[in-house]
Each structure stands twice: as structure tokens, then as C-alpha cells.
């Protein structure tokens, strides 16, 4: 299994970035995903998850900021982030929403002015 994260960078406040997460090595069209992140001195929370199917549910922190969305046919998970704060501030990693593969590298996204 491999989770390769892409698209972080350094962004200002309130600007947008859009993560993706290309996934292979399972049957992505049956596992439900997720986008966790993790800040520095921090642990590693869960931001968004989409079913199999595509329902998402969001963290508090996150909600109506970010979209995750999903592409079968590209094995690939999207992490659109709007409105960014700079408590946003974190590696971004994909897994499933049960954590069950193991942790690719992550994409690191910094806001600040």
C-alpha cells in the first residue's frame, strides 16, 4: 500500500491550497478515506473523511473551510482548503478513516504572513 501525499506549501492567510493524495496497492473504490493532519508538538488528528460512496463529514476546525472529494478513477483523494489560518499550520497525510495502511510522508502546509 502507498499514500503519496502532494500539494502542500506556504501559503498567507486566507489563501487556498488543494491537496492530493494518490492511493494505490487496495481496492480504493470499497475503503472509506480520510485526511488527517498532524502540527508540530501535536498528535496526529483526522480533518475530513469521505465514504466509500462519498459522504464527508469535517472536524469543527474545519468545517466550511474544506472540501475533500474523491476521483475512482484516479485512486485519488482531494483535500481542497479555503480560508486558510494559520493554526492550519501541520503535515497533511491521507489513510483510511480507521488509520489501517501505513503512514506515507504527508505534504506539509504553512500559513503565515
Known amino acids: 500500500v502507498q499514500l503519496q501525499a502532494s500539494g502542500g506549501g506556504l501559503m498567507q492567510p486566507g489563501g487556498s491550497l488543494r491537496l492530493s493524495c494518490r492511493v494505490s496497492?487496495?481496492?480504493?473504490?470499497?475503503?472509506?478515506m480520510a485526511w488527517y493532519r498532524q502540527a508540530p508538538g501535536k498528535e496526529r488528528e483526522p480533518v475530513a473523511h469521505?465514504?466509500?460512496?462519498?459522504?464527508?463529514t469535517y472536524a469543527d476546525s474545519v468545517k466550511g473551510r474544506f472540501t475533500v472529494s474523491r476521483d475512482y478513477a484516479r485512486n485519488t483523494v482531494y483535500l481542497q482548503m479555503d480560508n486558510l489560518k494559520p493554526e492550519d499550520t501541520a503535515v497533511y497525510f491521507c489513510?483510511?478513516?480507521?488509520?489501517?495502511?501505513?503512514w506515507g510522508r504527508g505534504t506539509q502546509v504553512t500559513v503565515s504572513s
Open positions: 489513510n483510511s478513516r480507521t488509520a489501517a495502511f501505513p
Open positions: 496497492g487496495i481496492n480504493f473504490r470499497i475503503v472509506h
Open positions: 469521505i465514504s466509500a460512496e462519498g459522504s464527508t
